[in-house]
Protein backbone atom coordinates (compact mmCIF):
# COMPACT_ATOMS: atom_id res chain seq x y z
CA UNK A 1 0.00 0.00 0.00
CA UNK A 2 2.43 2.46 1.27
CA UNK A 3 5.19 1.33 -1.85
CA UNK A 4 1.71 2.06 -4.10
CA UNK A 5 0.66 5.58 -2.90
CA UNK A 6 4.61 6.20 -3.74
CA UNK A 7 4.90 5.10 -7.18
CA UNK A 8 1.24 7.01 -7.59
CA UNK A 9 3.53 10.22 -6.01
CA UNK A 10 6.31 9.70 -8.43
CA UNK A 11 4.50 9.33 -11.34
CA UNK A 12 2.25 12.87 -10.93
CA UNK A 13 6.07 13.84 -9.83
CA UNK A 14 7.11 13.36 -13.54
CA UNK A 15 4.12 13.98 -14.93
CA UNK A 16 4.96 17.99 -13.88
CA UNK A 17 8.64 17.62 -14.51
CA UNK A 18 7.02 17.04 -18.25
CA UNK A 19 4.38 19.59 -18.16
CA UNK A 20 7.22 22.24 -16.77
CA UNK A 21 8.95 21.18 -19.89
CA UNK A 22 5.81 22.00 -22.12
CA UNK A 23 5.51 25.62 -20.72
CA UNK A 24 8.78 26.80 -20.57
CA UNK A 25 9.48 25.86 -24.73
CA UNK A 26 6.29 27.64 -25.55
CA UNK A 27 7.44 30.73 -23.74
CA UNK A 28 10.82 30.81 -24.59
CA UNK A 29 11.86 28.26 -27.43
CA UNK A 30 8.81 27.76 -29.73
CA UNK A 31 6.51 30.91 -29.65
CA UNK A 32 3.99 28.51 -32.10
CA UNK A 33 3.59 26.17 -29.39
CA UNK A 34 0.65 26.73 -26.83
CA UNK A 35 1.72 26.43 -23.52
CA UNK A 36 -0.81 23.86 -20.74
CA UNK A 37 -2.94 26.69 -20.43
CA UNK A 38 -3.56 28.20 -23.40
CA UNK A 39 -4.08 24.03 -24.59
CA UNK A 40 -7.38 23.61 -22.32
CA UNK A 41 -8.80 27.26 -22.98
CA UNK A 42 -8.98 26.48 -26.60
CA UNK A 43 -10.00 23.30 -26.42
CA UNK A 44 -12.32 22.89 -23.72
CA UNK A 45 -14.88 22.79 -25.89
CA UNK A 46 -14.44 19.89 -27.34
CA UNK A 47 -13.46 17.60 -24.04
CA UNK A 48 -16.63 19.61 -21.86
CA UNK A 49 -19.17 18.25 -24.59
CA UNK A 50 -17.16 15.23 -25.75
CA UNK A 51 -20.68 13.70 -27.52
CA UNK A 52 -21.50 17.35 -29.58
CA UNK A 53 -21.69 17.07 -32.84
CA UNK A 54 -21.12 20.69 -34.65
CA UNK A 55 -19.91 19.72 -38.08
CA UNK A 56 -18.21 16.60 -40.04
CA UNK A 57 -14.84 17.19 -38.62
CA UNK A 58 -15.92 19.47 -35.64
CA UNK A 59 -17.22 17.35 -33.03
CA UNK A 60 -16.48 16.53 -29.24
CA UNK A 61 -13.97 14.55 -28.42
CA UNK A 62 -15.24 11.72 -27.20
CA UNK A 63 -17.51 10.94 -30.58
CA UNK A 64 -14.26 11.57 -32.34
CA UNK A 65 -12.31 8.68 -29.79
CA UNK A 66 -15.53 6.51 -30.40
CA UNK A 67 -15.08 6.32 -34.53
CA UNK A 68 -11.20 5.84 -34.17
CA UNK A 69 -12.26 2.74 -31.61
CA UNK A 70 -14.71 1.46 -33.53
CA UNK A 71 -12.44 1.52 -36.85
CA UNK A 72 -9.44 0.21 -34.92
CA UNK A 73 -12.26 -2.73 -33.26
CA UNK A 74 -12.53 -3.51 -37.26
CA UNK A 75 -9.18 -3.99 -37.96
CA UNK A 76 -8.31 -5.57 -34.87
CA UNK A 77 -10.62 -8.17 -35.04
CA UNK A 78 -9.86 -8.80 -38.82
CA UNK A 79 -6.45 -9.02 -37.97
CA UNK A 80 -6.00 -11.05 -35.07
CA UNK A 81 -9.10 -13.42 -37.59
CA UNK A 82 -6.54 -14.05 -39.93
CA UNK A 83 -3.45 -13.84 -37.71
CA UNK A 84 -4.51 -16.26 -35.40
CA UNK A 85 -4.87 -19.53 -37.16
CA UNK A 86 -1.82 -18.26 -39.75
CA UNK A 87 -0.19 -18.39 -36.48
CA UNK A 88 -1.25 -21.89 -35.54
CA UNK A 89 -0.47 -23.37 -38.76
CA UNK A 90 3.47 -21.82 -38.88
CA UNK A 91 4.09 -23.41 -34.92
CA UNK A 92 2.50 -26.76 -36.32
CA UNK A 93 3.55 -27.17 -39.72
CA UNK A 94 7.37 -27.15 -40.51
CA UNK A 95 6.46 -27.05 -43.95
CA UNK A 96 3.94 -24.50 -44.06
CA UNK A 97 6.48 -22.69 -41.71
CA UNK A 98 9.47 -22.74 -44.59
CA UNK A 99 7.10 -22.06 -47.27
CA UNK A 100 5.75 -18.61 -45.69
CA UNK A 101 7.96 -17.33 -43.36
CA UNK A 102 10.31 -15.59 -46.06
CA UNK A 103 7.04 -13.68 -47.23
CA UNK A 104 6.11 -12.88 -43.67
CA UNK A 105 9.39 -11.48 -42.72
CA UNK A 106 9.23 -9.63 -45.89
CA UNK A 107 6.06 -8.64 -45.15
CA UNK A 108 6.79 -7.51 -41.29
CA UNK A 109 8.60 -4.05 -41.78
CA UNK A 110 6.12 -2.29 -44.25
CA UNK A 111 4.95 1.02 -42.53
CA UNK A 112 1.35 1.88 -42.92
CA UNK A 113 2.36 4.63 -45.36
CA UNK A 114 2.51 2.14 -47.42
CA UNK A 115 0.46 -0.09 -47.68
CA UNK A 116 -2.66 2.73 -47.82
CA UNK A 117 -2.42 4.24 -51.30
CA UNK A 118 -2.41 0.36 -52.43
CA UNK A 119 -5.61 -0.26 -50.24
CA UNK A 120 -6.91 3.17 -51.50
CA UNK A 121 -6.33 1.94 -55.29
CA UNK A 122 -7.64 -1.60 -54.22
CA UNK A 123 -11.00 -0.41 -52.89
CA UNK A 124 -11.50 2.76 -54.01
CA UNK A 125 -13.02 4.17 -50.81
CA UNK A 126 -11.20 5.43 -47.33
CA UNK A 127 -13.02 3.38 -45.19
CA UNK A 128 -12.17 -0.33 -46.34
CA UNK A 129 -8.55 0.72 -47.10
CA UNK A 130 -7.91 2.15 -43.85
CA UNK A 131 -9.10 -1.25 -42.54
CA UNK A 132 -6.46 -2.98 -45.10
CA UNK A 133 -4.10 -1.23 -43.65
CA UNK A 134 -4.69 -1.37 -39.90
CA UNK A 135 -5.26 -5.59 -40.48
CA UNK A 136 -2.00 -6.04 -42.36
CA UNK A 137 0.15 -3.76 -39.65
CA UNK A 138 -1.49 -5.19 -36.67
CA UNK A 139 -1.13 -8.57 -37.48
CA UNK A 140 2.08 -9.57 -37.17
CA UNK A 141 2.49 -9.76 -33.34
CA UNK A 142 -0.05 -11.87 -33.33
CA UNK A 143 1.12 -13.99 -35.84
CA UNK A 144 4.69 -14.57 -34.64
CA UNK A 145 3.48 -15.16 -30.62
CA UNK A 146 0.73 -17.52 -31.37
CA UNK A 147 3.60 -19.27 -33.43
CA UNK A 148 5.61 -19.43 -30.88
CA UNK A 149 3.38 -20.30 -28.08
CA UNK A 150 2.43 -23.53 -30.43
CA UNK A 151 6.13 -24.36 -30.75
CA UNK A 152 6.49 -23.96 -26.89
CA UNK A 153 3.64 -26.19 -26.03
CA UNK A 154 5.51 -28.82 -23.75
CA UNK A 155 6.43 -32.18 -25.30
CA UNK A 156 4.57 -33.28 -22.03
CA UNK A 157 0.81 -31.85 -22.93
CA UNK A 158 1.44 -33.58 -26.63
CA UNK A 159 2.28 -36.83 -25.10
CA UNK A 160 -0.57 -36.96 -22.80
CA UNK A 161 -2.70 -36.12 -25.73
CA UNK A 162 -1.11 -39.27 -27.31
CA UNK A 163 -1.48 -41.45 -24.65
CA UNK A 164 -5.16 -40.57 -23.73
CA UNK A 165 -6.44 -40.90 -28.07
CA UNK A 166 -7.44 -37.15 -27.82
CA UNK A 167 -9.79 -36.65 -31.22
CA UNK A 168 -7.89 -33.79 -33.23
CA UNK A 169 -10.68 -31.56 -31.83
CA UNK A 170 -10.14 -32.82 -28.45
CA UNK A 171 -6.57 -32.39 -28.93
CA UNK A 172 -6.62 -29.03 -30.27
CA UNK A 173 -9.56 -27.32 -27.40
CA UNK A 174 -7.84 -29.36 -24.50
CA UNK A 175 -4.21 -29.47 -25.46
CA UNK A 176 -3.22 -26.53 -27.91
CA UNK A 177 -5.35 -23.98 -27.20
CA UNK A 178 -5.35 -23.69 -23.57
CA UNK A 179 -1.41 -24.23 -23.85
CA UNK A 180 -1.04 -21.67 -26.74
CA UNK A 181 -3.71 -18.95 -25.20
CA UNK A 182 -1.10 -16.51 -22.93
CA UNK A 183 1.04 -16.26 -25.90
CA UNK A 184 -1.71 -15.51 -27.83
CA UNK A 185 -2.88 -12.63 -26.28
CA UNK A 186 0.71 -11.50 -25.95
CA UNK A 187 0.07 -11.13 -29.29
CA UNK A 188 -3.39 -9.83 -29.13
CA UNK A 189 -1.82 -6.88 -26.76
CA UNK A 190 0.92 -5.97 -29.29
CA UNK A 191 -1.48 -6.12 -32.23
CA UNK A 192 -4.17 -3.98 -30.66
CA UNK A 193 -1.58 -1.23 -29.65
CA UNK A 194 -0.07 -1.01 -33.64
CA UNK A 195 -3.64 -0.72 -35.08
CA UNK A 196 -4.12 2.19 -32.89
CA UNK A 197 -0.83 3.68 -33.86
CA UNK A 198 -1.85 2.46 -37.00
CA UNK A 199 -5.35 4.21 -37.60
CA UNK A 200 -4.21 7.85 -36.69
CA UNK A 201 -2.16 7.92 -39.66
CA UNK A 202 -4.86 6.55 -41.58
CA UNK A 203 -6.95 8.91 -40.35
CA UNK A 204 -4.51 11.58 -41.39
CA UNK A 205 -3.98 10.53 -44.98
CA UNK A 206 -7.68 9.81 -45.63
CA UNK A 207 -9.43 12.66 -43.85
CA UNK A 208 -12.14 10.78 -42.27
CA UNK A 209 -13.75 11.81 -39.15
CA UNK A 210 -11.75 10.27 -35.65
CA UNK A 211 -8.99 11.25 -33.53
CA UNK A 212 -6.23 11.52 -36.52
CA UNK A 213 -8.43 13.12 -38.98
CA UNK A 214 -9.11 15.73 -36.43
CA UNK A 215 -5.67 16.00 -35.82
CA UNK A 216 -4.75 16.77 -39.58
CA UNK A 217 -7.51 18.98 -39.88
CA UNK A 218 -6.60 21.12 -37.11
CA UNK A 219 -3.00 21.37 -38.77
CA UNK A 220 -4.32 22.42 -42.18
CA UNK A 221 -6.30 24.93 -39.82
CA UNK A 222 -3.12 26.31 -37.93
CA UNK A 223 -5.17 25.51 -34.33
CA UNK A 224 -1.87 23.99 -32.81
CA UNK A 225 -3.88 23.49 -29.67
CA UNK A 226 -6.05 21.21 -31.12
CA UNK A 227 -3.40 19.26 -32.01
CA UNK A 228 -2.17 18.89 -28.69
CA UNK A 229 -5.32 18.06 -27.48
CA UNK A 230 -5.54 15.13 -30.18
CA UNK A 231 -2.08 13.83 -29.03
CA UNK A 232 -3.04 13.73 -25.65
CA UNK A 233 -6.23 11.97 -26.77
CA UNK A 234 -4.37 9.36 -28.31
CA UNK A 235 -2.06 8.98 -25.61
CA UNK A 236 -4.50 8.33 -22.89
CA UNK A 237 -6.40 6.26 -24.83
CA UNK A 238 -3.97 4.14 -26.44
CA UNK A 239 -2.60 3.17 -22.58
CA UNK A 240 -6.18 2.70 -21.79
CA UNK A 241 -5.86 0.12 -24.31
CA UNK A 242 -2.92 -1.86 -23.74
CA UNK A 243 -3.53 -1.72 -19.53
CA UNK A 244 -7.39 -3.53 -20.40
CA UNK A 245 -5.20 -6.39 -22.69
CA UNK A 246 -2.19 -6.46 -20.10
CA UNK A 247 -5.12 -7.16 -17.75
CA UNK A 248 -6.57 -9.88 -19.70
CA UNK A 249 -3.35 -11.46 -20.93
CA UNK A 250 -2.61 -11.34 -16.58
CA UNK A 251 -5.52 -13.54 -15.60
CA UNK A 252 -4.68 -16.15 -18.11
CA UNK A 253 -0.93 -16.57 -17.21
CA UNK A 254 -2.18 -17.08 -13.55
CA UNK A 255 -4.30 -20.37 -14.98
CA UNK B 1 5.09 -66.41 -27.10
CA UNK B 2 4.60 -63.58 -24.16
CA UNK B 3 2.14 -60.96 -24.15
CA UNK B 4 4.66 -58.51 -24.49
CA UNK B 5 8.44 -59.14 -26.34
CA UNK B 6 11.57 -56.56 -27.07
CA UNK B 7 14.09 -58.32 -28.73
CA UNK B 8 17.19 -56.44 -29.09
CA UNK B 9 16.04 -52.92 -28.95
CA UNK B 10 18.63 -50.39 -28.99
CA UNK B 11 18.00 -46.36 -29.06
CA UNK B 12 20.12 -43.75 -29.75
CA UNK B 13 19.77 -40.01 -29.36
CA UNK B 14 22.61 -38.55 -31.96
CA UNK B 15 25.84 -40.16 -31.14
CA UNK B 16 24.61 -41.00 -27.75
CA UNK B 17 23.87 -44.70 -27.73
CA UNK B 18 20.84 -44.84 -24.46
CA UNK B 19 19.66 -48.05 -24.70
CA UNK B 20 21.70 -51.61 -26.66
CA UNK B 21 20.79 -55.32 -26.90
CA UNK B 22 17.90 -55.10 -24.49
CA UNK B 23 15.53 -58.00 -24.20
CA UNK B 24 12.44 -58.23 -21.80
CA UNK B 25 9.52 -60.28 -22.17
CA UNK B 26 6.81 -59.86 -19.75
CA UNK B 27 3.54 -62.27 -19.54
CA UNK B 28 -0.04 -61.37 -18.95
CA UNK B 29 -1.09 -60.23 -15.93
CA UNK B 30 2.54 -60.00 -14.44
CA UNK B 31 4.04 -56.65 -13.14
CA UNK B 32 7.90 -56.24 -14.15
CA UNK B 33 9.77 -53.71 -12.56
CA UNK B 34 13.08 -52.22 -13.84
CA UNK B 35 15.66 -50.63 -11.27
CA UNK B 36 18.07 -48.36 -12.64
CA UNK B 37 20.73 -45.34 -11.97
CA UNK B 38 19.24 -41.83 -13.31
CA UNK B 39 20.03 -40.74 -16.52
CA UNK B 40 20.62 -44.78 -17.56
CA UNK B 41 17.74 -44.72 -20.44
CA UNK B 42 14.86 -46.15 -18.11
CA UNK B 43 12.44 -43.84 -19.17
CA UNK B 44 13.60 -44.07 -23.04
CA UNK B 45 13.57 -48.11 -22.27
CA UNK B 46 9.73 -47.09 -21.07
CA UNK B 47 8.53 -44.96 -23.92
CA UNK B 48 10.09 -47.40 -26.78
CA UNK B 49 8.32 -50.21 -25.14
CA UNK B 50 4.76 -48.66 -25.00
CA UNK B 51 5.20 -47.40 -28.77
CA UNK B 52 6.42 -43.73 -28.22
CA UNK B 53 9.31 -43.75 -29.20
CA UNK B 54 10.52 -45.85 -32.18
CA UNK B 55 13.64 -48.01 -31.18
CA UNK B 56 16.74 -47.45 -33.97
CA UNK B 57 16.97 -51.78 -33.74
CA UNK B 58 15.24 -54.75 -32.69
CA UNK B 59 11.53 -55.37 -32.22
CA UNK B 60 8.64 -54.90 -30.10
CA UNK B 61 5.40 -56.76 -29.98
CA UNK B 62 2.19 -56.79 -27.83
CA UNK B 63 -0.09 -59.87 -27.81
CA UNK B 64 2.13 -60.72 -31.34
CA UNK B 65 1.78 -57.76 -33.40
CA UNK B 66 4.86 -55.27 -33.64
CA UNK B 67 4.13 -52.36 -31.69
CA UNK B 68 4.00 -49.34 -34.09
CA UNK B 69 2.00 -46.68 -31.95
CA UNK B 70 0.62 -46.34 -28.52
CA UNK B 71 -1.49 -49.00 -27.82
CA UNK B 72 -5.17 -48.24 -27.56
CA UNK B 73 -5.13 -50.47 -24.46
CA UNK B 74 -2.60 -49.25 -22.61
CA UNK B 75 -2.15 -46.74 -19.86
CA UNK B 76 1.08 -44.33 -19.18
CA UNK B 77 2.00 -42.75 -16.38
CA UNK B 78 4.71 -40.24 -16.38
CA UNK B 79 7.15 -39.63 -14.36
CA UNK B 80 6.46 -35.81 -13.86
CA UNK B 81 2.61 -36.55 -13.32
CA UNK B 82 1.46 -34.54 -16.59
CA UNK B 83 -1.90 -33.39 -15.91
CA UNK B 84 -3.09 -30.19 -17.93
CA UNK B 85 -3.13 -27.66 -15.46
CA UNK B 86 -5.92 -25.18 -16.98
CA UNK B 87 -8.49 -28.49 -15.87
CA UNK B 88 -9.44 -29.60 -12.93
CA UNK B 89 -8.55 -32.90 -11.06
CA UNK B 90 -11.82 -33.76 -12.46
CA UNK B 91 -11.82 -32.70 -15.58
CA UNK B 92 -8.45 -34.27 -16.46
CA UNK B 93 -9.46 -37.92 -15.54
CA UNK B 94 -12.68 -37.56 -17.59
CA UNK B 95 -11.04 -36.64 -20.73
CA UNK B 96 -9.02 -39.53 -20.57
CA UNK B 97 -12.71 -41.38 -20.08
CA UNK B 98 -14.55 -39.69 -22.92
CA UNK B 99 -11.75 -40.00 -25.64
CA UNK B 100 -11.17 -44.01 -24.01
CA UNK B 101 -15.32 -44.83 -24.04
CA UNK B 102 -16.52 -42.79 -26.66
CA UNK B 103 -19.78 -44.73 -26.96
CA UNK B 104 -20.49 -44.09 -23.61
CA UNK B 105 -23.27 -41.34 -22.05
CA UNK B 106 -22.31 -38.18 -20.66
CA UNK B 107 -23.35 -39.87 -17.20
CA UNK B 108 -21.63 -42.39 -17.34
CA UNK B 109 -18.35 -40.42 -18.19
CA UNK B 110 -19.29 -38.69 -15.31
CA UNK B 111 -19.41 -41.47 -12.53
CA UNK B 112 -16.61 -43.37 -14.16
CA UNK B 113 -14.11 -40.42 -13.60
CA UNK B 114 -15.39 -39.99 -10.15
CA UNK B 115 -15.13 -43.58 -9.24
CA UNK B 116 -11.56 -43.60 -9.57
CA UNK B 117 -11.63 -40.41 -8.60
CA UNK B 118 -12.71 -41.34 -4.86
CA UNK B 119 -10.96 -44.73 -4.86
CA UNK B 120 -7.49 -42.93 -4.85
CA UNK B 121 -9.29 -40.30 -2.33
CA UNK B 122 -9.61 -37.68 -3.80
CA UNK B 123 -13.26 -37.11 -3.78
CA UNK B 124 -12.98 -33.96 -1.90
CA UNK B 125 -10.51 -32.12 -3.94
CA UNK B 126 -11.95 -33.22 -7.26
CA UNK B 127 -12.65 -29.71 -8.55
CA UNK B 128 -9.63 -28.23 -7.86
CA UNK B 129 -6.82 -27.57 -10.47
CA UNK B 130 -3.40 -29.75 -10.21
CA UNK B 131 -1.53 -26.31 -9.24
CA UNK B 132 -4.11 -26.58 -6.03
CA UNK B 133 -2.72 -30.07 -5.22
CA UNK B 134 -0.06 -31.30 -3.72
CA UNK B 135 2.41 -33.37 -5.51
CA UNK B 136 1.21 -36.88 -3.57
CA UNK B 137 -2.08 -35.67 -4.39
CA UNK B 138 -1.66 -34.75 -8.22
CA UNK B 139 0.20 -38.53 -8.13
CA UNK B 140 -3.24 -39.64 -7.36
CA UNK B 141 -4.71 -38.06 -10.00
CA UNK B 142 -2.40 -39.51 -12.80
CA UNK B 143 -3.29 -42.66 -10.93
CA UNK B 144 -7.15 -42.18 -11.22
CA UNK B 145 -6.45 -40.92 -15.07
CA UNK B 146 -4.23 -44.35 -15.91
CA UNK B 147 -7.22 -46.72 -14.03
CA UNK B 148 -10.28 -44.80 -15.00
CA UNK B 149 -9.84 -46.37 -18.71
CA UNK B 150 -9.73 -49.49 -17.49
CA UNK B 151 -6.57 -50.76 -19.37
CA UNK B 152 -5.23 -53.99 -19.69
CA UNK B 153 -1.63 -52.51 -19.77
CA UNK B 154 0.35 -50.12 -17.58
CA UNK B 155 3.31 -48.47 -17.97
CA UNK B 156 3.94 -46.68 -14.98
CA UNK B 157 7.44 -44.09 -14.96
CA UNK B 158 8.42 -43.59 -11.11
CA UNK B 159 5.39 -43.16 -10.43
CA UNK B 160 5.96 -42.34 -6.62
CA UNK B 161 9.12 -40.38 -7.40
CA UNK B 162 9.14 -36.94 -6.41
CA UNK B 163 6.91 -38.49 -3.05
CA UNK B 164 7.75 -38.65 0.58
CA UNK B 165 8.55 -42.03 2.02
CA UNK B 166 4.97 -41.80 3.82
CA UNK B 167 2.89 -40.91 0.99
CA UNK B 168 4.87 -43.41 -1.11
CA UNK B 169 4.21 -46.40 0.93
CA UNK B 170 0.40 -45.41 0.63
CA UNK B 171 0.50 -44.88 -2.75
CA UNK B 172 2.12 -48.01 -3.13
CA UNK B 173 -0.60 -49.80 -1.46
CA UNK B 174 -3.56 -48.22 -3.40
CA UNK B 175 -1.81 -49.13 -6.63
CA UNK B 176 -1.55 -53.11 -5.50
CA UNK B 177 -5.02 -52.73 -4.09
CA UNK B 178 -6.31 -51.37 -7.81
CA UNK B 179 -4.00 -53.79 -9.88
CA UNK B 180 -5.65 -56.64 -7.92
CA UNK B 181 -9.35 -55.43 -8.06
CA UNK B 182 -9.17 -54.92 -11.67
CA UNK B 183 -11.10 -57.85 -12.23
CA UNK B 184 -9.07 -58.77 -15.48
CA UNK B 185 -5.61 -59.13 -15.87
CA UNK B 186 -3.29 -56.09 -16.11
CA UNK B 187 -0.21 -56.19 -16.73
CA UNK B 188 2.39 -53.64 -15.76
CA UNK B 189 5.89 -52.54 -16.72
CA UNK B 190 7.42 -49.99 -13.87
CA UNK B 191 10.18 -48.29 -13.62
CA UNK B 192 11.67 -47.44 -10.14
CA UNK B 193 14.81 -46.00 -8.75
CA UNK B 194 13.77 -47.67 -5.44
CA UNK B 195 14.49 -51.46 -5.23
CA UNK B 196 12.10 -51.67 -2.31
CA UNK B 197 9.48 -50.31 -4.25
CA UNK B 198 10.20 -52.70 -6.51
CA UNK B 199 10.20 -55.95 -3.92
CA UNK B 200 7.00 -54.91 -2.67
CA UNK B 201 4.96 -54.48 -6.15
CA UNK B 202 6.38 -56.75 -8.70
CA UNK B 203 6.42 -60.57 -10.16
CA UNK B 204 9.61 -60.13 -11.43
CA UNK B 205 12.34 -57.44 -11.61
CA UNK B 206 15.37 -56.27 -14.00
CA UNK B 207 18.14 -54.11 -13.34
CA UNK B 208 18.45 -51.60 -16.17
CA UNK B 209 22.76 -51.25 -16.39
CA UNK B 210 24.37 -47.71 -16.46
CA UNK B 211 24.56 -45.99 -19.83
CA UNK B 212 25.83 -45.52 -22.58
CA UNK B 213 24.47 -48.73 -24.21
CA UNK B 214 22.46 -49.75 -21.25
CA UNK B 215 21.42 -53.49 -21.02
CA UNK B 216 19.04 -55.51 -18.75
CA UNK B 217 20.15 -57.89 -16.52
CA UNK B 218 18.63 -60.90 -16.45
CA UNK B 219 15.11 -60.96 -14.19
CA UNK B 220 14.86 -61.41 -10.59
CA UNK B 221 11.59 -63.11 -9.67
CA UNK B 222 9.95 -62.32 -5.98
CA UNK B 223 8.08 -65.26 -5.21
CA UNK B 224 6.20 -63.48 -2.42
CA UNK B 225 2.69 -64.05 -1.29
CA UNK B 226 0.23 -61.01 -1.70
CA UNK B 227 -0.14 -58.55 -0.53
CA UNK B 228 2.90 -57.54 0.93
CA UNK B 229 3.65 -55.37 3.96
CA UNK B 230 6.72 -52.85 3.14
CA UNK B 231 7.93 -53.18 6.97
CA UNK B 232 8.02 -56.76 6.87
CA UNK B 233 9.96 -57.10 3.50
CA UNK B 234 12.65 -55.15 5.00
CA UNK B 235 14.08 -58.43 6.71
CA UNK B 236 11.94 -60.64 4.59
CA UNK B 237 15.39 -63.49 3.73
CA UNK B 238 13.74 -63.80 0.12
CA UNK B 239 13.50 -60.19 -0.21
CA UNK B 240 17.28 -59.46 0.98
CA UNK B 241 18.07 -62.23 -1.56
CA UNK B 242 16.36 -60.23 -4.67
CA UNK B 243 18.30 -57.25 -2.81
CA UNK B 244 21.26 -58.48 -3.14
CA UNK B 245 21.04 -60.15 -6.85
CA UNK B 246 20.10 -56.76 -8.33
CA UNK B 247 23.05 -54.78 -6.44
CA UNK B 248 25.13 -57.42 -7.79
CA UNK B 249 23.82 -56.66 -11.93
CA UNK B 250 23.75 -52.83 -11.09
CA UNK B 251 27.48 -52.82 -9.74
CA UNK B 252 28.59 -55.58 -12.68
CA UNK B 253 27.08 -52.82 -15.12
CA UNK B 254 29.75 -50.39 -14.13
CA UNK B 255 32.39 -53.04 -14.78
CA UNK B 256 32.79 -51.47 -18.45
CA UNK B 257 33.12 -47.81 -17.41
CA UNK B 258 36.00 -48.04 -14.72
CA UNK B 259 36.67 -44.74 -14.98
CA UNK B 260 33.06 -44.35 -13.34
CA UNK B 261 32.19 -44.69 -9.94
CA UNK B 262 30.48 -47.64 -8.90
CA UNK B 263 26.79 -47.44 -8.44
CA UNK B 264 26.57 -48.72 -5.34
CA UNK B 265 22.61 -49.68 -4.93
CA UNK B 266 22.15 -48.12 -1.48
CA UNK B 267 22.83 -44.40 -3.67
CA UNK B 268 20.79 -45.69 -6.21
CA UNK B 269 17.31 -46.68 -3.25
CA UNK B 270 18.03 -43.51 -2.34
CA UNK B 271 18.71 -41.05 -5.00
CA UNK B 272 17.06 -37.78 -4.99
CA UNK B 273 15.06 -38.55 -8.19
CA UNK B 274 15.65 -36.22 -11.24
CA UNK B 275 12.16 -34.20 -12.86
CA UNK B 276 12.77 -35.16 -16.35
N1 LIG C 1 14.61 -36.69 -26.63
C1 LIG C 1 15.90 -36.84 -26.29
N2 LIG C 1 16.87 -36.30 -27.06
C2 LIG C 1 18.18 -36.45 -26.74
N3 LIG C 1 18.62 -37.12 -25.70
C3 LIG C 1 17.72 -37.70 -24.89
C4 LIG C 1 16.32 -37.59 -25.15
N4 LIG C 1 15.65 -38.25 -24.17
C5 LIG C 1 16.60 -38.75 -23.36
N5 LIG C 1 17.84 -38.44 -23.78
C6 LIG C 1 19.10 -38.83 -23.14
O1 LIG C 1 19.10 -40.22 -22.97
C7 LIG C 1 19.62 -40.56 -21.69
C8 LIG C 1 18.64 -41.43 -20.95
O2 LIG C 1 17.49 -40.65 -20.66
P1 LIG C 1 16.24 -41.22 -19.87
O3 LIG C 1 15.25 -40.14 -19.73
O4 LIG C 1 15.79 -42.46 -20.54
O5 LIG C 1 16.92 -41.57 -18.48
P2 LIG C 1 16.22 -42.11 -17.15
O6 LIG C 1 16.91 -43.37 -16.80
O7 LIG C 1 14.76 -42.14 -17.29
O8 LIG C 1 16.65 -40.99 -16.12
P3 LIG C 1 15.87 -40.47 -14.82
O9 LIG C 1 16.05 -41.51 -13.75
O10 LIG C 1 16.57 -39.21 -14.46
O11 LIG C 1 14.45 -40.27 -15.19
C9 LIG C 1 19.96 -39.27 -20.98
O12 LIG C 1 21.35 -39.05 -21.05
C10 LIG C 1 19.23 -38.23 -21.75
O13 LIG C 1 19.99 -37.04 -21.78
MG1 LIG D 1 13.18 -41.11 -16.45
Redo the contacts with the bound molecule.
Sequence with gaps: MQNSLKTFALSLVGLFVVGGLWTFLSLNVAPDLPSPWRTWQESKIYVLNPWEKRGEMDQGIGLMTAYSLFRVAKGFFLAIAIGTPLGFLLGASPTFFKMFDPTIQLLRPISPLAWLPLGLILFRQSEPAALFTIALCSMWPTVINTMTGVRAIP?DYLNVARVLRLSPWKQFTKVWLPATLPYMFTGYRLSLGIAWLVIVAAEMLTGTPGVGGFLWQEYNSLIYSHILLSILTIGVVGFTLDRMMGFAENKLRTV | MSFIELHDVGKS??V?N?LSGVNLTLEEGEFVSIV????????????AAAGL?LPDKGTITMGGEKVTDFSREASFIF?NYSLLPWLSAYENVRLAVEATFTDWSKKQHQEQAEKYLQMVGLGAAMRKRPNQLSGGMRQRVAIARAFATEPRVMFL??PF?ALDALTRGTLQQELSTLCRAAGRPVTALM?T?NVDEAILLSDRILA?SR??GATLSPAVPVNLSRPRASDLLLHDEQAVRVRNRLAEFLSAGSDRNRSKPRPDLQAIAK?I????
Design positions: Q | YGRVGASASGKTTLLKIQDEGINLGPEPVEA
